[in-house]
T-cell receptor, first 111, second 112 residues
Framework: DQQVKQNSPSLSVQEGRISILNCDYTNSMFDYFLWYKKYPAEGPTFLISISSIKDKNEDGRFTVFLNKSAKHLSLHIVPSQPGDSAVYFCAGTEGWGKLQFGSGTQVVVTP | DSGVTQTPKHLITATGQRVTLRCSPRSGDLSVYWYQQSLDQGLQFLIQYYNGEERAKGNILERFSAQQFPDLHSELNLSSLELGDSALYFC???????????FGPGTRLTVT
């Protein structure tokens, strides 16, 4: 039972443009959502998070939007840079630590 | 560098064997989590320890066990290994807030 879904396995974007990654979830008990970035042969790196009581959180080039009624969140990266090429995982948690991850979206930023 | 360390980086062993993976959390973090990433399953939560006590269990097989020691490092023991246990095993740690977890570099286990 996959509670977090990332339906786009890959995304290609030009350097300088916006990357938009999407994530859907089914568990209405999730009260915190996180995005992680992963390079090959490394562990996931925490990127940005959002509490379920908010609808937007911004940190530099990264903004996460949460639409609770649609059970949908998205990550915007503006502007995209070559170093952003990685796999991005969305995760939800009910607040006691267990993260449920999506399957990931491979982002490729082209020159 | 997340501050979480895992050893060994790579492990190759045969079916039926037993291995131990080790994790040291970030300084001050009381919670340790173990995740498995296999090709077809993505990142799956296995188990969580908080200050030495088991706190939550996920999709962890009975052949697998874990513990957290008084110095807060943790070990994941995998026994009677099968080919399907080949995967990346990640450890993560967090402080009392719990939501943000910081991952180690992983141990790649290959069972032949």
């Amino acid at each position: 039972d996959q509670q977090v879904k990332q339906n786009s396995p890959s995304l290609s974007v030009q350097e300088g443009r916006i990357s938009i990654l999407n994530c859907d979830y089914t568990n209405s008990m999730f009260d915190y959502f996180l995005w992680y970035k992963k390079y090959p042969a490394e562990g996931p790196t925490f990127l940005i998070s959002i509490s379920s009581i908010k609808d937007k959180n911004e940190d530099g080039r990264f903004t996460v939007f949460l639409n609770k009624s649609a059970k949908h969140l998205s990550l915007h990266i503006v502007p995209s840079q070559p170093g952003d090429s990685a796999v991005y995982f969305c995760a939800g948690t009910e607040g006691w630590g267990k993260l449920q991850f999506g399957s990931g979206t491979q982002v490729v930023v082209t020159p | 560098d997340s501050g979480v360390t895992q050893t060994p980086k790579h492990l190759i062993t045969a079916t039926g064997q037993r291995v131990t993976l080790r994790c040291s959390p970030r300084s001050g973090d009381l919670s340790v989590y173990w995740y498995q990433q296999s090709l077809d399953q993505g990142l799956q939560f296995l188990i969580q320890y908080y200050n030495g006590e088991e706190r939550a269990k996920g999709n962890i097989l009975e052949r697998f066990s874990a513990q957290q020691f008084p110095d807060l490092h943790s070990e994941l023991n995998l026994s009677s290994l099968e080919l399907g246990d080949s995967a990346l095993y990640f450890c993560a740690s967090s402080d009392a807030r719990a939501e943000e977890q910081y991952f180690g570099p992983g141990t790649r286990l290959t069972v032949t």
